[in-house]
Every structure is written in structure tokens, then in C-alpha cells.
């Protein structure tokens, strides 16, 4: 069974809407459990009570479809369904937000078949606002079906979002002493504040990030006008495998790239 891309979509939403559902039925009943460590993912990374009642809801709405796209996400790896869609899910990106009852956490889902480069659709979902950010290659970024541009002017004083602790490197280091900093802790919700002008930049100077935690933000930073870069300042591209990792510069323009990088 192979769909058209319309119908590619209508399934990615499906999947995004019955994943918000599941996780904020499970912060509502079973608050003191969704943070319990339950296994490891495939990625490498614990997997919590929460994660994997939200995949598994996606994944079930997957199958009830006829599995009709292949799926990579972070718990359960890579399943081929012998589709040229493939469906890069994020069912919880921010957990930790989540369990401790921060409201800054996301579903994310992005459609693509190879590469980063050739993702053509993107959801990201603010579980805990209900804000829906969705991009379509060529076709611009939406917030709440509004479109959205990168700022024409830049904040006198920017604002960057940085990755703080134990991901920190001279990079962010040097970033932190010098500007105004936030650390939010969803990576996918930082690079959409990103794509209206909220921040400034989103700098992750480890190469630590996989391509399901930034496929589909990146796609939308992309549509809204803004860069997206790894810390070398080449433009950002990696595989669809849980085995890549890299480094993340987003910016609002190039000069604010340029800036971070000479920081």
C-alpha cells in the first residue's frame, strides 16, 4: 500500500493529534509513573514509561493505516515497511520536561526518505500549550496556521538558547558569558522559537543530537527564513539513522551565525 503524499500528510497528523492525546492522558492519570526508567531505547538512551506509551500510540496508528511508511524512532530504531516515506519520530522530545512537570515539551514528526536535506514535512507539536508548528518544503512555516517569518531586523541585544551542564563546550561556554542565555530543554521547540524571532539563535556545540530530535524543526527554521548550520558552519545534513550525531547552529540570519561561530 503506498499513499500519495496528500494522504502521507493526513497520516502524519493523525499520528502527531492521537501522541498529544496519549501523553497528556498519562501526565493526567499517571503522573508519578510517567518518569520511571522502563528499558533502553534504540538509540542508546533510557527509555521512560512515558516515551514508550507515546510511540507505541503512534506506532499503532501506523499499523492501523495498513503501515503504509517506514518509521525511525528513537526506541524502537528503524522499521522498513518498504515505503519511500519515512516517518522520523520524536514521541516526546523534552521527557525530562515532561515528568517533572515543566510545560515546554513536544511530539515531533518529519517525512523524508534519506537525508536531512530532503525532509519535505514537518509537525512539531507544544504538548503542553497546544501551539502546533508545522512546515511544508517550499511551501512555508506555520504556527497555529499563521504563517511565520524569521524577524527582518535583529534584536539589538540577541537572545540564544544554549545547551548547558554536561553538554556544555567552550562554544557555548564563551556564548554564555557574553549574551543573554535561556536553556529549555527541548531541542525541537528551541530551534521553532527560533522560527519567529522569540530567540535569536540555538546553539548545541556537542555533537550529540540526533536527527529524530531536529528533522522536522529544522525543516520549519528553514521555511521561515532562518539558518541551520553544524558548529563548523556548513550547512546542516546528516543521515536518517539513530547513529548520526552532530553539533547545531541555529540562527535567525547568517549574520547572527556568523557571530556565534566567531564567539
Known sequence: MILLKKDVKILAQQVVTKTDKRIRRELKSNFFKVGKTIGIG????????????????ALSTIEKAGNPVNVLSEEIGFIDNSSPYTFILDPVDGTRNAYRGIPFFSVCLAIGSSTLKDIWYGIVKNVATGQLYIAEKNQGAY??????????VSAARPIYSISLGKNIDSLTQSISDQHIIRSLGSSSLEMCLVAHGAIDGYIVGKEYLRVTDIAASTLLVREAGGCVVDK???DLDMPLTLEARTSLITGVNSSIVESILHS
Open 143 to 152: 504556527l497555529n496556521n499563521q504563517q511565520i517569518y524569521i524577524p527582518e
Open 232 to 234: 563548523y558552519g556548513h
Open 42 to 57: 534504540a538509540d542508546g538512551t533510557p527509555t521512560k514509561y512515558l516515551d514508550k506509551r507515546a510511540e507505541d500510540i
